[in-house]
């Protein structure tokens, strides 16, 4: 059985393999192309949209009767969408894609590292600080699904380190990692203050000696276990009537043992 608009001989009189039938009827799930750099311009929620590289991993289902996909499509579906990406685009594009390769449904995740400028507390001395940003979606012809992640790096301080020594008490630094799913698109900026709102301090990339104190304090007066960071953030994700799902789990790389303490908590249907 042929794909509908296929040539079996396709250009040239060259034989197309993918569109020829396979008779052992076992559809597959997801099929297409991993570990594809594309450059893409992403808006973050502050000033114009920011250049970077996407690890790209774009997919699609597979009828049983045919052989195989035809991978060039999807990049051309990429290339064709254009360099600037919007979350609101990536319906789109995915059912450009399950259009093109006579799918039901097509799958997108993208990661890429983006830049937000950090302000020194004290001296206000700036500096760039990275973070990481994720798009996992499916669409297919009723409904598209659409998860943002962000990755952000925080300090935390323990709490009972803190209570039950004379003098000082022992942190480290942390991650986090927030999905959401969400009735309108939130930047991914306001995802980041979010969490950094919610350890004992943020961090940055510039830091003079009494930016060094401030933050030093800051975190010492703001202490939070592991477990503390993540019902911070579920605490504001459910007031929030913009989300309708979310997932948050953080990781710290403790500085006093060789293990990291972890948590991980998900809104109930």
């Known amino acids: ?7 079996s001989t396709g250009p040239a009189g060259l034989r197309d393999t993918q569109s020829e039938p396979d008779h052992r009827r076992i559809a597959i799930d997801r099929v297409g192309v991993k570990n594809l750099r594309f450059p893409i311009r992403v808006g ?21 009767q045919f052989k195989g996909t035809h991978m060039s499509r999807f990049l051309e579906v990429l290339h064709a969408h254009g360099p600037v990406l919007h979350p609101e ?3 789109h594009l995915l059912r450009t894609l399950a259009r093109r ?23 206000g001395a700036a500096g760039l600080l990275d973070y990481t940003g994720r798009f996992s979606a499916t669409a297919d012809d009723k409904s598209t699904d659409l998860v943002t992640t962000v990755i952000v790096g925080v300090t935390t301080l323990c ?22 799913r969400t009735r309108s698109p939130i930047p991914l900026a306001e995802m ?14 510039v830091l003079k000696r009494p930016d060094e104190k401030a933050v030093t304090e800051r975190a010492y007066a703001n202490p939070v276990f592991v477990e503390d960071l993540v ?8 007031h929030d009537p913009r989300i309708v799902w979310w997932q948050v789990e953080a990781e710290n790389f403790e500085s006093i043992h060789n293990h990291n303490a972890y948590a991980l908590v998900t809104k109930r249907p």
Not at 56 to 63: F, G, I, K, W
Not at 231 to 238: F, Q, V, Y
Request: aromatic fraction near 4%; include cysteine; hydrophobic fraction near 35%.
């Open 89 to 91: 685009d990536i319906e």
């Open 44 to 64: 973050i929620g502050t000033g114009e949209p920011q250049s970077t590289i996407a690890t790209v991993q774009l997919t699609a289902d597979l009828p049983h």
């Open 101 to 123: 390769l006579h799918s039901q449904s097509a799958h997108l995740e993208l990661e890429f590292p983006f830049f937000l400028e950090k302000k020194a507390p004290v001296t």
């Open 192 to 205: 980041v203050t979010l969490v950094e709102q919610s350890a004992s301090s943020e961090l940055y990339s």
């Open 231 to 238: 019902r911070n953030i579920a605490e504001h994700t459910n």
């Open 1 to 7: 059985m042929k794909r509908p608009d296929d040539d």
């Open 159 to 180: 709490p009972c380190s803190k209570a039950i020594s004379s003098s000082g008490a022992h942190n480290q630094r942390g991650q986090v990692t927030l999905s959401l």
